[in-house]
């Protein structure tokens, strides 16, 4: 009889407790990147491999490359070469990851990908004095763990906090789970500021302002970012009589916020993120339309108009509409509703900017509309908020639930009762810049959940993100989770109690007892908490299968799609000749060698014919209770008809907004395409920082 093995020696010479099961999630996961599911084989080959361990001549605390020199070993015995196979590749790219890692200076403790290494050291882990990094990721999620658990505290007699403690911590070091951004950096620390969505009201005085102004810049300092309608500043031109002079308009005083942002670079680990909204009503709304074309002004503003169903019925009628001025409510003038319409749409196709906000349908969803209606939203669009409103955000990612050639809907629920729980957590630990914030942010108690890596999903499950089978399991997997996420908040709020607002809100004349949050779901962009859990951005489809990505000033990441690496190494191309021609253009499409199913799977979003990215954020925003955070990105020779097409097609599927952005039409773009020897070049295009 063998002996127990109870330590095993790690490469950094550490003794830790060996753990039989990391052999069985090793071969579950070599077997699922195959496309096959086996856990009692799996388990049968990790009892093997603990049995050879065991035998006499066998080290008695064996290393860790050891263990993982038996586990190739017993697969190819089994007969499973193909599984063998993923295991040794996984090896292989484990270690160039930890000798970038190393040579970089970088720590990772989870395996993370070489890139979210890098995204973590740069932004998220925390630094001494002298900038030393003095956290692992590891040790991040336990602050953070521990930081939102103590909230249970308040309302649980008998304290499940050490519980929910573990149960968070294991959501987000599995990466099946991860809060926005300011909640990684913050929780637990003397900050403490944990929300990414801000809205700020700007009045129509100078005292008010540049009350706004010190507010953002408290804000940005800690990590969040801020939206803002000028709807109700007055005109250029107009008169102001305190003065006798006259006032300069809203753009003038955009651009001051937008200078104030470049200062303050959020505490020098996020740079500042702001949404503009003009109410199309608004006498400068042609000005508006017009500041960032052509020029490099306002760069650190994402910009919207807000339109209302009267405008697009006039637009497709070939009607007026009325401005009016916000001071006096007086019509000052009217405009042809399509030659307005045809400036924003030739803007979008110029520049980006600006995209537009269907206000009605903002409104007609809102939530509580006795404490007011909503005028704007935080900078990606995805998250309409009352002034002085916040709100948390969080995504699963359904790379994580998927098991058997489905989607596991059992641990989908669970991970949205637990994130729901998180996110509601959260409100209580989160400490507010202003007591406004606070006041109206713990009201409504607003959550937003969402997810990440759907496209990653779609390409496990064989379905091409522009196909109705698409469609369908777009509009399921958000039915399944506002509905589940709707019980996890009323189960809440029947222990906790509902939001203050609660007896205000709708929810009394739908029947519900009880609701924790006035809002439950939000689908973000998760930019960087997506590198971090190495999934696609949010509902987006993949932007290339090889990119570069700016992650800050002067810093850039190379990423190339690892499901179509290993595609491509599976029907037997050569891996870096292939993904060096795709790196030229970011698709695949061109490529005849690249079978064609192959070809058909593995579309990106310039590949994408508009339509398609249209109807997706419909079948999400469909069951979203905020909104959906999708850009149409077109290719460089997309026409001004393809932008009218699209904010048409929006509206009329019922969207809560529209962003387009032509590739190559702007500076300071986030991705491009190109290989390594473009690291050091221009970026061209637009940049629309993400709230996650």
Known sequence: MGRDIERITKRD?????FDRERIVRAVEKAQRAVGREDAALARKLADTVVRRLGETGSPAIP???????LVEAALIEAGEAEVAKAYILYRHRRAAARQAREALGLVDDLKLTLNASKVLEERYLRKDASGALVEKPTEMFRRVAKAVAEVDL???????ATESEERFYRMMTSLEFLPNSPTLMNAGTDLGQLSACFVLPVEDSIEGIFDTLKYMALIHQ????????????????????STG?????????????????????????RRGANMAILHVTHPDIV?????????????????????????????RAGGEYELKNPRSGEVVSRLKAAEVFDMIVTSAWECGDPGLIFIDEINRHNPTPAAGAIEATNPCGEQPLLPYEACNLGSINLQKVFADGDVDWGKLESLVTEAVHFLDNVIDASRFPLEHIERTTRANRKIGLGVMGFADLLITMGMSYDSEDALAMGERLMEFISEKADEASAELGSKRGSFPNFERSVFLERGFGAMRNAT??????TGTIGIIAGASSGIEPHFALSYLRRISEGASLIEVNSQFRDAIRDVGLDEERITGIVARTGSARAI????????????????????????????????TDNAVSKTVNLPEDSTPQDVREIYLLAHSLRGKGSTVYRYGSKGGQTLTFGGPQDVGADFCGKERECST
């Open 13 to 17: 010479g550490r003794q830790v407790p």
């Open 592 to 623: 005849e060698e690249v079978p064609e199913g192959l070809r058909r799977l593995f579309v990106t979003a310039m590949d994408i014919a508009p339509e398609w990215h249209v109807r997706m954020q419909a079948a999400f925003q469909k069951h």
């Open 154 to 160: 308040a309302y649980e007699r008998e304290s499940s």
């Open 222 to 241: 800690s990590g969040g970012g801020t939206g803002f309608s000028f709807s109700r500043l007055r005109p250029r031109e107009d008169r102001v009589r």
């Open 287 to 315: 000005e508006f339309i017009r500041s960032k074309a052509g020029t490099d002004a306002l760069r650190n503003f994402n910009i919207s108009v807000a339109v209302t169903d009267e405008f697009m019925a006039a637009v």
């Open 520 to 525: 439950r779901t939000t689908i973000a962009p």
């Open 245 to 269: 002079g006259v006032a300069s308009g809203p753009v003038s005083f955009m651009r001051i916020f937008d200078q104030a942002t470049d200062v303050i670079k959020q505490g020098g680990r």
């Open 63 to 69: 290393s860790v490359e050891g263990v993982q020199d």
